[in-house]
C-alpha cells in the first residue's frame, strides 16, 4: 500500500474513532433518555431566552446555549460539549501517544466513562464539563505548544477562553495557571513563547465576560455577588455568628436581630432559610453590609479565617463524589422545559432523572472515589519522576495538579465545598496517569513476553 493510501487510512481512523469517543461522552445522557439537569439549570435555559441581570449568574454559558439551539432542543448543548471533550483528548493522545492512537483514545474514552463522572458533566446543561477541559487545554498549550501546528494551539487556546469565561470560578482557576506557567518558565529557564497563547486566551476569556454581558444586558459588568457566596461560606464556617454575638448591636446591620437565628450552612443562607438573609438586602443590596462584617471579622479573627480557608480546601479536595444532585428532579427545570420546550416535555418526563431511577452513584463512587484518589497522587509520583528525564512532561503533569489546587482553592474558598466542584475536573488526572505511565507500562510488559 502507498504512503499516501496509508496517510489517508490513517486519517478515516483517527475520525472514526473521534466520532466514536463523541459518541461514547453521550453515553451518561442517552441512559437517562434526556440531557442531565441539575438545580441551577433551568435559570442558564431561561437566561438563554431572556437574558437579564442575576448577581449569582453569568450569562456567558446562557448566550452559548442561544447559539446552540436551546430554543428547539437541549441536545445540541450537550452535544457540542462532547464535541469539545472529544477535541481536548483527541488533542492529548496526538501529543503523548505515538503509535494506535485510535485504539488508545477508544481506550481512554472507555475508561474516562466508566471510572470519573465525565460523561455526567458532558451530558449535564451545566459550565462545569469546561473546568476540565480549561486545565487540560492550557496544561498542553504550556508543555506541548511549540511542538503543534499553528491551528491546533488555535483550537486548545480558545477551548482555554472559552473555559475561562463560562463560570465565575474558572476565572481565577485561569489566572493560576498562567501564573503557574509563567514560573514554570523561570525556573526551567524556557522560552516564554509557551505562554504567548494561554496569556491571550485569558485575556480574551477575560475581556468576553463584560462583552457579553454588555451584548445581553446594555451594561458592561465581570461577576456581581462573589462576596456574597464568600460570606455564606463563613456563616457555614461560624465566623459571622461569633462576630454578631460579640459584637452587636451595631449600626446599620440587619443582621443583629438574626443573630440567634442564623442558618448554619452556606446553602441554608442563601437558598433555604434564607429570612436572615432577604432582610439584610438578598442579592442586590445585602453586599455592603456582608463587606462590612467579613473586613471587621477578619480584623478580629485572622487565625480563624486562616484555618476554616484552609480546611474548606482540604475538604474540596476529596469532596469528589459522583452524581450531585442528579438523584432528584426540581420543579422549576420541569417548568422551564415545559414552557421553553413543549415538544420535548414527555422525553423530558420520561428521562431515568424525573423518575428518580438514577440510583446507582452510591455503587460508581465505590470505584470512583478511590481511583481520583490514586489518579492525584500519582500525578504529583509523575511530577517527580519525569523532572529529570522529561521536563515536558513533568510540565504537563504540574499544570494539571495546579490546575486541580487551583480549582479547590476557588470553589473551596472563595464559595463552599461541594462533590460536584471537584469531581468536575479530577478526571484529568485519571487521564493524564493513564496516558503518560499507560504506554512504559504496555512497552515493558511486551519487552518481558519477548524475554520469555
Known sequence: MSTLALAEEGRLQRFLAFIACTLLLLSAAALNGYPLLFPDSGNYMALSIVAEE???????????LTILGTQW???????????CIACVLDQTVSLLITRHRPLWLLSLTVALVLLTGLPWYVGQIM??????????????????????PLWRRMILAALM????????????VALALVCAGLLLCWVQRRKRRSLVLPALALAAGTIAIPAVHYLETGRAYMHKGGDIFLFARLV???????????HCPLPDTVLCAFKNQMPTTHNGYLWEDTQAFDMAGG?????????RIMLASLRHYPLMHLQTALRSFGRQLVLIRTGDYLRSSFRHNAAVVEIMLPWEAAAYHGALQQRRLLRFFDELNWLQVPIALAACLGLAWLVVRKWRRDR???????MLLAGLLANALACGILSNPQDRYQNRVVWIAVLAVAVVAGPSAFASLRRQKSAK
Open 54 to 64: 442575576l448577581p449569582y449568574r453569568t450569562l456567558v454559558y446562557a448566550a452559548l
Open 73 to 83: 432542543t437541549l441536545w445540541g448543548a450537550v452535544v457540542f460539549q462532547a464535541l
Open 127 to 148: 459550565p462545569d464539563v469546561f473546568t476540565g477541559a480549561l486545565v487540560l487545554a492550557a496544561g498542553l498549550l504550556v508543555a506541548f505548544g511549540d511542538r503543534l
Open 161 to 172: 477562553a472559552l473555559g475561562t469565561a463560562i463560570h465565575a470560578s474558572h476565572l481565577p
Open 236 to 246: 457555614e464556617d461560624g465566623i459571622v455568628a461569633r462576630y454578631l454575638n460579640e
Open 283 to 291: 442579592w442586590d443590596q445585602s453586599g455592603p453590609e456582608s463587606q
Open 392 to 398: 515536558s512532561l513533568a510540565t504537563f503533569c504540574l
